[in-house]
């Protein structure tokens, strides 16, 4: 996938402990379950419109020196362990005096949503449902490290989302993406859009059901 060798997991770990953010030409993809930087950072904007600077400030502030230099050193060529963006998530969540899961799924669906409407608002409202979702493994390969996304429309207003290759993947992530689909799907005009979910052993299955 890139021409370098893979660090062995004495230098991943010495990476980390460093402070360092892994960026995606010197880390393969499959070493590390990762988020894009491009998505860390639009995440965290987002994370402060909800909850505000003190809050997440306060989180930050409560992670180990390692964590908060992986976090620093962030760029959006970068990938930052989950293990990593999920702590201080959930570090946000306890500052704020909030759950997480519905914090998340806020965050995810605001985040989404400004994005598709500053960007593709007019154009996303002219695509099929089978261009709307076909969209869907792209989107997602580009801010995760680890596991792929398949689609396949059943019937009208009738989807199924397989996520595989995620072999443990934590329940925030799963989550994540099931709320990242319905908000794609309510910007691109749909009604009454709902994603339902199963886990799996290496990833989720996510029923999606909508009207035009």
Same mark, same amino acid.
């Given at each position: 996938m890139?021409?370098?060798a ?13 402070? &360092?953010?892994?960026?995606? &030409?010197?880390?393969p ?18 994370? &402060? ?64 949503s ?17 261009a709307l979702?076909s ?6 390969k580009?801010?995760h ?12 207003g ?9 072999? *443990?993947v934590?329940?925030?992530? &799963?989550? *994540? ?14 009604r009454?859009?709902?994603v ?17």
């Amino acid at each position: 996938m890139y021409a370098v060798a893979a660090p062995s997991a004495r230098e991943l770990v010495a990476l980390q402990e460093r402070g &360092r953010a892994y960026t995606r &030409r010197s880390v393969p993809h499959s070493i590390v379950p990762a988020l894009s930087g491009a998505l860390y950072l639009s995440t965290d904007k987002v994370f &402060r419109q909800v909850v505000g600077d003190e809050a997440v400030d306060q989180a930050f502030a409560s992670l180990s020196r390692e964590q908060q230099g992986i976090l620093e050193s962030a760029v959006p060529a970068a990938w930052i362990p989950f293990a990593v963006v999920d702590a201080y998530y959930e570090a946000i969540a306890r500052s704020a005096q909030r759950d997480l899961m519905p914090l998340f799924s806020e965050v995810v669906r605001q985040g989404v949503s400004q994005t598709l409407r500053s960007v593709w608002k007019i154009l996303i409202r002219f695509t099929t449902d089978r261009a709307l979702l076909s969209r869907t493994p792209v989107i997602y390969k580009r801010g995760h490290s680890i596991g792929a996304i398949k689609t396949t429309i059943d019937a009208p207003g009738t989807a199924t989302v397989v996520l595989s290759g995620w072999p *443990g993947v934590p329940e925030l992530r &799963r989550l *994540g993406v099931a709320v990242g689909i319905k908000a794609v799907m309510d910007v691109a005009g749909r009604r009454d859009v709902t994603v339902r979910y199963d886990g799996t052993d290496d990833g989720a299955i996510y029923h999606v059901r909508w009207h035009a």
